[in-house]
């Protein structure tokens, strides 16, 4: 199949994952509970409910209802929040910035961390430094996040007061979020590397580069690595999935103004407006983050099989 | 497979810490010390023995002056209840539909593997959060909830393994002596996929633990008055001036818990799968 060809029957699927995710957080949010007893004071009598969700289309064929919420979605109406009393998607789209700036950083840190620490350890197999490597690694994907942060703060803001608590004030308020949200996917990097790394190392082709007289740094950058990148590629794409979740609790723990704590107190709030739309944007942001990789994948490795 | 278990040092440590915690969970209401909600507001915010404490509560007290030994050991159960039913509630519903798309392949196939696809794209907090959210606090809810965030893992694995053996000349060879559908499915694919699914179910179990733990942290797990590890954990967090190890504490017991499950888990996986390691 030609790449093009690939690119389009992904392209495809993107587009349907997209439909797919509107239907279901539209049927989950509508058995979720009802909107107009929600807008109304507890004191509203049926008559008035009744009156209400006539008014506002409740009461018409959930089908009808799926499409007007389409529709209004495609024009960037997404209704009003119950708790705030202003358009839903002003709300959200003001807090993207902070989110997208802590997962980008994380992920930064992650690959910081992750692509020198898988390649040490690949090379330096079975070595002190290749056990402590993946000791670490092994600890990174078992700390869950939130005490992770917890002990950060702890540490290098209660005992020392060397970095602000929470908030999003100044850049070196940045550092201990991100660093709690990137040590996952940092360790998932190194284990997938190395692992990858390995196994090209073992290959025959780097027998021949080595007999060609290359030198070490010249086999492992050039041959090696060049080569266990799209495995890195694939691990990126899975991960920023499991960012923009991670997100959502360290947000909570820092008070960092971002959608992930926007999400989980307008869970709270019962303002299923706001969650609506941040559970579509980042699905969203997902399926585009993946194609992007599917497309860097071709590019950085264009022999690769495709199915 | 005790042999290859004392050999592997970190697969032997895995699965004492696994034994533990089950233990722990079973006999919670024998080996806790004291009941886990009982308040006693004169002996509150008590320091662990070994940081200034006294040996009436080993690991000190809440803010509540509820012991914190008693709360970490009962928070155990909620802990395996959720990995351990949430696990084979994902692995029937991954195997019946991987096995419907395999089976079926066409449009069936393509249906169920769109529906993979949504999954994946879900960041599993994200769809546990929003379950929780929809269906309320119980313990049932988070059951459902690890259990859609983890079918589609099994669903893949049995997909791609009928769609393997479909192939095979012996199937066709079987099924033209009038061998029939379940016992191809019994005789032929599920020893293959027993031994990736029980690693699978492990390190699944690990992933489990900690979305339980994220949940009840948020405090949209259980209900509130049960004890759970992530609850403790956002509890102790307002109260780390006075007695910062009500954070710490259940911090670790998540910790060595998941690491014990990885450990075994890694085990499992080249004791019965030598190939796949790598």
């Given at each position: 199949?030609?790449?093009?060809k ?9 587009i ?8 279901i ?6 058995i ?21 969700r ?14 007007r ?15 705030y ?19 980008v ?16 350890s ?16 092994l ?9 992770l942060g ?15 608590t ?5 850049w ?24 990858s ?89 997902i ?15 264009p ?5 | ?19 533990l915690?089950?233990?722990?969970a079973l006999t ?11 308040q ?19 690991l ?18 909620i ?81 791609g ?7 095979m ?10 061998s ?44 509130l ?13 307002d ?40």
């Amino acid at each position: 199949m030609g790449m093009a060809k690939y690119l389009g029957k992904r392209f495809i699927q993107s587009i349907i994952a997209v439909f797919g995710i509107t239907i279901i957080v539209f049927i989950v949010l509508n058995i979720a509970g009802d909107p107009v007893k929600l807008m109304l004071p507890d004191t509203a009598s049926y008559q008035e409910i009744e009156e209400m969700r006539q008014k506002m289309g409740y009461n018409d064929p959930l089908i009808v209802q799926y499409l007007r919420f389409l529709g209004n979605a495609l024009r960037g109406d997404f209704g009003t929040s119950y708790k705030y009393n202003e358009p839903a998607l002003q709300i959200v789209l003001e807090r993207i910035p902070a989110t997208v700036t802590l997962a980008v950083s994380s992920m930064m840190i992650a690959l910081v961390i992750g692509i020198p620490a898988g390649m040490i350890s690949a090379v330096k197999r079975n070595s002190i430094t290749d056990t402590v490597i993946r000791s670490l690694a092994l600890l990174g994907q078992c700390v869950p996040a939130f005490w992770l942060g917890i002990m950060m703060m702890l540490l290098f803001a209660v005992k020392l007061k060397w970095l602000p608590t929470s908030g999003f004030d100044t850049w070196s308020s940045l550092l201990m979020p991100s660093l709690t949200l990137g040590v996952f996917t940092a360790a998932t990097i190194t284990r997938m590397l190395r692992s990858s790394m390995i196994e090209i190392l073992g290959k025959e082709y780097i027998d021949v580069a080595k007999a060609k007289g290359l030198g070490r740094y010249v086999i492992i950058i050039k041959h090696a690595f060049k080569n266990a990148l799209s495995s890195v590629m694939t691990v990126i794409g899975l991960q920023f999935s499991s960012l923009l979740g991670g997100a959502v609790i360290t947000e909570t723990v820092f008070a960092w103004p971002g959608i992930g704590r926007l999400l989980v107190q307008s869970i709270e709030n019962s303002d299923f407006m706001v969650v609506e739309i941040i559970v579509i944007f980042m699905a969203f942001a997902i399926v585009i983050i993946n194609f992007i990789v599917d497309i860097l994948y071709c590019l950085i490795n264009p022999r690769i099989k495709l199915q | 497979m005790w042999k290859s278990l004392k050999e592997s040092k970190t697969g032997l440590v895995g699965v004492i810490v696994v034994l533990l915690v089950v233990f722990a969970a079973l006999t919670a209401n024998i080996i806790a010390p004291y009941d886990p909600t009982k308040q006693d507001v004169m002996n509150k915010l008590m320091n662990p023995v070994f940081a200034g404490g006294n040996f009436n509560h080993i690991l000190g007290t809440d803010q509540l002056g509820r012991d914190v030994l008693s709360r970490v050991i009962y928070g155990s159960r909620i802990t395996i209840l959720v990995a351990f039913f949430g696990t084979i509630l994902a692995g029937v519903i991954g195997t019946l539909l991987g096995a419907i798309a395999g089976y079926y392949g066409k449009w069936v196939d393509a249906v169920i593997m769109r529906i993979v696809d949504i999954q994946l794209s879900f960041p599993f907090v994200l769809l546990a959060l929003f379950v929780a959210a929809v269906l309320g606090r119980s313990l049932k809810n988070v059951i459902i909830v690890a259990a859609i965030s983890s079918w589609v893992q099994y669903a893949r694995l049995v997909r791609g393994e009928i769609l393997s053996v479909k192939e095979m000349e012996y199937i066709e060879a079987i099924r033209s002596v009038g061998s029939k559908n379940s016992r191809i499915i019994i005789r032929h694919i599920i020893p293959n996929i027993i031994s990736p699914a029980i690693v699978q179910a492990t390190l699944g179990m690990a992933r489990i633990i900690l979305m339980e733990a994220s949940l009840s942290y948020l405090g949209l797990g259980v209900p509130l008055e049960i004890p759970t590890w992530g609850r403790m954990l956002s509890d102790g967090k307002d109260f780390m001036l006075s007695n910062p190890w009500l954070a710490i504490l259940p911090g670790i017991a998540i910790t060595i818990t998941v690491l014990g499950v990885n450990l075994m888990g890694d085990w499992l996986r080249d004791y019965l799968d030598p190939k796949l390691n790598v």
